[in-house]
Nanobody
Framework: VQLQASGGGLVQPGGSLRLSCAASGSISSMLFMGWYRQAPGKQRELVASIIRGGNTNYADSAKGRFRISSDNAKNTVYLQMNSLKSEDTAVYYC?????????WGQGTLVTVSS
């Protein structure tokens, strides 16, 4: 399975972006799909995740502002990001886990700046 992340860009503080992660195969069989981010000089961190069955989980920094969702018909996972802050600036990666296989997308850059 290949993952293609898109939707990043430059946005002003307080703005919104929606990231998309399109999979080349079915995501309905994935046990876990998530969005990670890595800011310059920092470790990659999990921002939001969705597991089979639909339960979601968010990092404290994302709660109330970000929303992860999936569209199995389109084999795509989304990350809606609202009220963006400068500290959200990072490369965002999508991730999928299918039993013993882990897949990563190539990353999409989000820059929050005025």
């Amino acid at each position: 399975v290949q993952l293609q992340a898109s939707g990043g860009g430059l946005v002003q503080p307080g703005g919104s972006l929606r990231l998309s992660c399109a999979a080349s195969g079915s995501i309905s069989s994935m046990l876990f799909m998530g969005w990670y981010r890595q800011a310059p000089g920092k470790q990659r961190e999990l921002v939001a995740s969705i597991i089979r069955g639909g339960n979601t989980n968010y990092a404290d920094s994302a709660k109330g502002r970000f929303r992860i969702s999936s569209d199995n018909a389109k084999n795509t996972v989304y990350l809606q990001m609202n009220s963006l802050k400068s500290e959200d600036t990072a490369v965002y990666y999508c991730n999928a886990v299918h039993w013993t296989q882990t897949y990563w997308g190539q990353g999409t850059l989000v820059t929050v700046s005025s």
